[in-house]
């Protein structure tokens, strides 16, 4: 029996989504540039998405713009900022704990002349608002902070950040990575003084391969390309109109029955973590289990290797991860978990399960059942 607590790298599509992209591809799958009805169609398809995800967002829906994923709307929010207003300062401050499509994007502007700054986080990944507060400067052109971190589940308090920025600094642009916090919580950008924030499809049921960006009007944003001008010309080329739709009916299934999935998804991570605080020997959590996200669950198991029993468990088709899907193929430790201050045996034993609504209490007792089974055995050859 498969199960999969690996839900913070990808979801499985749900079936009202699959079947309403298959629709897109085999009936209306017209050029939404055409002129004919075909193309008038999947305009129309379009717009409903974008129209949908506008209202979950409360904004207005001429400020939502489709993208390729989460990884591409935080590069055109970075760089399309940098790009659109040099005159605005070369200071850019970002967490300490952002994604690596986050953090790649600013250390290549340091390359070209900007200032980078790191805003450090307290040992549960909290952004120290005091340490922000003294590092907004006059010149500092924008403020990138995640919503939820992708691997430990910490939650920013965003109203509280959005305000102290807009406080010290109205010019300062602030940005969101939202894309662990769509489909979880209910987001308002423009009450906590968002300027641009990035969701993606594939984290909520929907597919893979489409996102969105929310740039607030008047916001100054260049494209990252040119072409046709779609997307208002901030994204240019042929839109993954199945993509797009599937991105919408993920985003009214999630909001529709948000407060079912969430006490759901809060059950299971409950009982995991009674079942390893009382029958698992030597495990530890990071992150704040009681605050963080209720879908995310990083923890410490003591003598084993994150990468080892990550492999121990596949062959038992028990999925989890070491961390950001988008980085784990990368030898070096995690950014995250280093800002937390772990030591060097910390960061090499942690492992991330992230939870969702097809889960069940039954699929996490049967893994302590196989946990409790492998590890004296792992420990054992480790001694060796």
């Known amino acids: 029996m498969e199960i999969y607590f690996d839900n913070a790298a990808t979801t499985k ?14 009936h209306n799958y017209g050029n939404p540039s055409s002129l004919h009805q075909k193309g008038f169609e999947a305009e129309k398809a379009i717009e409903n998405s974008r129209q949908i995800i506008a209202q979950t967002l409360k904004v207005n829906k001429k400020e939502i713009y489709f993208t390729s994923g989460g990884t591409e709307a935080n590069n055109i929010a970075i760089t399309g900022v940098t790009t659109s207003n040099k005159r605005g300062g070369k200071h850019i401050l970002v967490s300490a704990i952002e994604h690596p499509s986050v953090k790649e994007t600013v250390r290549h502007l340091e390359t070209i002349g900007y200032e980078v700054e790191s805003i450090p986080t307290d040992g549960m990944g909290y ?58 919580y209910i987001l308002t950008p423009g009450k906590d003084q968002i300027d641009i924030m990035t969701i993606s499809g594939h984290k909520l049921h929907g597919p893979k391969g489409i996102g969105a960006i929310y740039i607030k009007d008047g916001t100054k944003v260049a494209p990252l390309f040119h ?27 999630a909001y529709h029955q948000l407060q079912d999935h969430r006490t759901h998804i809060e ?17 530890t959590f990071n992150g704040d289990i009681e605050k963080g996200a209720y879908h995310i669950l990083n923890m410490g198991v003591s003598g084993v290797k994150s990468e080892v029993l990550l492999h121990a468990l596949e062959e038992l088709e028990i999925y989890v991860s070491t961390g950001s899907a988008c980085s784990s193929k990368k030898k070096n430790h995690s950014i995250t978990l280093s800002a937390l201050n772990l030591t060097h045996d910390e960061k090499d034993n942690a492992i991330r399960m992230s939870f969702s609504k097809y889960n069940t209490l039954d699929e996490v007792d049967q893994f302590i059942e ?10 054992r050859f480790k001694r060796k």
Do not use: W
């Not at 196989?370 to 420990?379: D, G, S, V």
């Open 13 to 26: 599509v749900s079936e009202k989504v699959a079947q309403a992209m298959l629709h897109m591809l085999t």
């Open 127 to 184: 952004i120290q608002i005091e340490a922000l507060e003294q590092l907004i400067r006059q010149d500092t052109l924008l403020v990138s902070i995640m919503y939820v971190n992708n691997e430990i589940g910490t939650i920013q308090d965003m109203a509280t950040i959005g305000k102290l920025i807009k406080t010290i600094n109205p010019k300062t642009l602030f940005h969101v990575d939202a894309i662990q916090a769509f489909g979880k």
């Open 227 to 253: 072409g046709g001008r779609q997307e208002s010309g901030i994204r240019s080329g042929t839109e993954n109109v199945s993509g797009i739709i599937g991105f919408g009916m993920a985003t009214e299934e």
């Open 267 to 283: 059950g299971i991570k409950e009982h995991m973590i009674m079942r390893l605080t009382n029958d698992v020997p030597d495990i």
């Open 370 to 379: 196989q946990l409790n089974k492998l590890l004296p055995i792992l420990r």
